[in-house]
């Protein structure tokens, strides 16, 4: 019987599955193969979080695969030597794979295709996996890649999805051995609130979305205590949630918000398209602005835990350290606080994202930062936030800082937003820090900086 092994990566599902569906056209029977990767861990991407919702994404793969006759084989090690090793046990003669856009994943996928050769296997490579448009397929005229998003948006818009596909009846699955399933519990310290992973958990959530949320989009998708996005993130960034089918389902509903909903997925695919032909924009600027970064420990220790004096922004780092997540409007605030306000390079709080996100993605964590910082592709580069405002504004009766700082839970309305200007003996009975800088004075030295 033929044998085909398909390499699962950032793509764990049966659902709308372009790289199963590949392989099972094309083999007898198929190894589902997850590899738990040594060089992940050595890049330092193994963050606790992401690996609890990795080992319950894992799960529900294999309990899917299992409801078709299949199993999940899982291997640890270097990908493309268990990958070789899986493809000599079971006599395959090709690897089913989806694209990444990482510098990492070209390189496994140059260093698998490689080793394949070498023992008579052949990779076969799948786009619109794990964005819903590959990037590369709409490109700028005399360029590889869109760097504004309105008129990549345009385009994507413009541009016809691939149709989704039907989850497979039965996958056949040769006697390969595996190693045990991780668990969440090996996982080490996580986040109190992390939310459950997997393939089951996240099509009950976009169906759950879809019926009663994706209609007020449009107008609450900024709104801080009302926590009107999605929470899709984490879903889409392990694949257990396919883009394409969600712009399709989502474009079925029609209406405002189901347009500002796909436009959040197709910001998703610009970033994709910006790295895969900038891959050193992971950790260099795409747009260099000179920048002399201050490095103040106590100032940056502070961002971290969530003690700068401005309750907004103390919120949102609070609501990250304890969900391994943070609201949209709360991801710009804290960013544009640390790289514009307090002037720190803005790969500080890229890797503080990376150590706790559990949706945290190279490509959409790294160029969202250098667009806050004004590196990336923000056509506004020195636009700086001002928390007060932005708190003002999005957090009207406070509650979202209520939550998340009880500290100040018992001051009321939008003086919860300024509570350095409280009466002297009201204020020192607060166990809540001073404002760490001066608003104005840090959007001075931002400026004087930039020049």
Request: proline letters at 7%; one cysteine or more.
């Amino acid at each position: 019987m033929s044998v085909a092994v398909v390499l699962f990566t950032s793509d764990l599902r049966v659902h709308d599955q372009p790289v199963l569906r590949a392989a099972l056209r094309g083999a007898d029977q198929v190894v589902p193969l997850f590899v738990r990767d040594e060089g992940v861990r050595a890049a330092g991407f193994d963050a606790p979080n992401r690996l609890a919702f990795l080992a319950d994404c894992l799960g529900s793969l294999d309990a899917g695969l299992r409801q078709r006759g299949g199993r999940l084989v899982v291997r640890t090690g270097d990908a493309v030597d268990q990958v070789c090793r899986v493809v000599r046990e079971s006599g395959a003669r090709r690897v089913h794979v989806a694209a990444g856009v990482s510098r990492y994943a070209t390189a496994r996928e140059e260093r698998l295709r490689t080793a394949l050769r070498g023992i008579g296997c052949a990779l076969d490579v799948q786009d619109a996996v794990v964005t819903a448009l590959p990037p590369g397929q709409i490109t700028p005229a005399g360029g590889d890649a869109f760097a504004v998003f309105t008129p990549y948006f345009r385009r994507w818009s413009e541009t016809r999805l691939r149709e989704v596909l039907a989850a497979p009846r039965t996958v056949r699955v040769p006697d390969v051995a595996s190693d045990p399933l991780p668990e969440r519990a090996d996982a080490g310290q996580i986040s109190p609130g992390l939310p459950e992973g997997g393939e089951t958990v996240a099509r009950k959530r976009l169906t759950a979305w879809l019926a009663d949320g994706i209609e007020s989009y449009e107008d609450r998708h900024d709104d801080l205590p009302g926590d009107a996005t999605s929470r899709l993130s984490p879903y889409l960034h392990f694949g257990c949630l396919s883009p394409v089918e969600a712009v399709h389902r989502a474009r079925e509903k029609r209406g405002a918000g189901a347009e500002a909903f796909v436009r959040q997925l197709a910001w998703r695919d610009f970033h994709h398209q910006v790295l895969a032909a900038r891959p050193e924009v992971s950790w260099s600027d795409y747009r260099p602005r000179g920048d002399r970064w201050r490095s103040d420990r106590q100032e940056i220790a502070a961002w971290r835990e969530g003690r700068t004096g401005y309750p907004v922004v103390d919120a949102a780092m609070r609501q990250l350290t304890h969900e391994g997540w943070m609201h949209n409007r709360g991801r710009l605030l804290v960013a544009s606080f640390l790289t514009k306000t307090l002037y720190v390079d803005w790969r500080v709080g890229a890797r503080h994202f990376l150590d706790l996100l559990v949706d945290g993605d190279v490509a959409n964590n790294q160029l969202n930062w250098q667009w806050a910082a004004g590196t990336g592709t923000d056509t506004r580069p020195g636009r700086v936030l001002n928390p007060v405002t932005q708190a003002l504004r999005f957090d009207p009766k406070g509650d979202y800082v209520r939550r998340w700082v009880p500290e100040l839970a018992d001051l009321p309305g939008s003086a919860v937003h300024r509570p350095w200007l409280l009466p002297p003996p009201d204020r020192a009975q607060l166990a809540y820090p001073a404002p760490i800088v001066d608003l104005a004075e840090g959007r001075d030295r931002f400026a004087r900086a930039r020049g």
